[in-house]
T-cell receptor, first 110, second 113 residues
Framework: DAGVTQSPTHLIKTRGQQVTLRCSPK?????VSWYQQALGQGPQFIFQ???????QRGNFPDRFSGHQFPNYSSELNVNALLLGDSALYLCASSLYGLEYFGPGTRLTVT | AQTVTQSQPEMSVQEAETVTLSCTYD???????LFWYKQPPSRQMILVIR??????QNATENRFSVNFQKAAKSFSLKISDSQLGDTAMYFC??????????FGKGTKLTVNP
C-alpha cells in the first residue's frame, strides 16, 4: 500500500514566478491538507480539501491556492513567489481525521 | 485559537537511557486529539503516538508513552531505551474539531552512543 507521495522532491524558483506542487493521498483517504514548514519551525496549516472543495484555510494570502481532483489527488499553487515562501511543503492525507504525511517538497525561492 | 508550546528546543540522551519531552497546549475545546510526530533528517513526518482527550489512560506504543494531564493541559512524551534511530525533531501537535493540526516549534533530540 503506497503512502502519501509528493512531487517534485525539490525545486528552485525565482521571485515573482509561479509554482505547482502535487500530492497523491494514501489509498482510501479522501481528505488532503497542505502545510508549510519554514526552516527550524513547526508546520503551519495552509488549507484542507475534501470532496474537491476547500473546507478550511489557515492564515495564508490568496497567492496560495489549491485544487483537489476526483481521484483525491491535490495540487498547491503559489503565485508571485516571495523569498519568504522558501520552505518545506508537506501534504497530509486522512480518512476520519488521522493524518499521514508525505515526504515533502523543498521549495527554494531565489 | 489553539496554541502548542514545546519549551525544550534541544535535548540529548545516552543510548539505552530514558528521556522525556515536554509539551503544553491551550484550548477551550473539550474533545480533541494530541499527537507526537517524529521528523528525522529525511524530512518524513512520522506519527509516533496519539492520545484522545476523553480517554484517561495514557497511550503507549512500544518504547514510547505519554503522560497526559488534561487539567494542566500537558502532554509529555517518554522514550525508553533510547536508540540511535530515535535521533530526530519531535513535534507535539493538537487537533480539535476543525481537524487541522496545530504544531509546536519542535524539540531536537540527539541520542548519543
Amino acid at each position: 500500500d503506497a503512502g502519501v507521495t509528493q512531487s517534485p522532491t525539490h525545486l528552485i524558483k525565482t521571485r515573482g514566478q509561479q509554482v505547482t506542487l502535487r500530492c497523491s493521498p494514501k489509498s482510501g483517504h479522501d481528505t488532503v491538507s497542505w502545510y508549510q514548514q519554514a526552516l527550524g519551525q513547526g508546520p503551519q496549516f495552509i488549507f484542507q480539501y475534501y470532496e474537491e472543495e476547500e473546507r478550511q484555510r489557515g492564515n495564508f494570502p490568496d497567492r496560495f491556492s489549491g485544487h483537489q481532483f476526483p481521484n483525491y489527488s491535490s495540487e498547491l499553487n503559489v503565485n508571485a513567489l516571495l523569498l519568504g515562501d522558501s520552505a518545506l511543503y508537506l501534504c497530509a492525507s486522512s480518512l476520519y481525521g488521522l493524518e499521514y504525511f508525505g515526504p515533502g517538497t523543498r521549495l527554494t525561492v531565489t | 485559537a489553539q496554541t502548542v508550546t514545546q519549551s525544550q528546543p534541544e535535548m540529548s540522551v545516552q543510548e539505552a537511557e530514558t528521556v522525556t519531552l515536554s509539551c503544553t497546549y491551550d484550548t477551550s475545546e473539550s474533545n480533541y486529539y494530541l499527537f507526537w510526530y517524529k521528523q528525522p533528517p529525511s524530512r518524513q513526518m512520522i506519527l509516533v503516538i496519539r492520545q484522545e482527550a476523553y480517554k484517561q489512560q495514557n497511550a503507549t506504543e512500544n518504547r514510547f508513552s505519554v503522560n497526559f494531564q488534561k487539567a494542566a493541559k500537558s502532554f509529555s512524551l517518554k522514550i525508553s531505551d533510547s536508540q540511535l534511530g530515535d535521533t530526530a525533531m519531535y513535534f507535539c501537535a493538537f487537533q480539535g474539531g476543525s481537524e487541522k493540526l496545530v504544531f509546536g516549534k519542535g524539540t531536537k533530540l540527539t541520542v548519543n552512543p
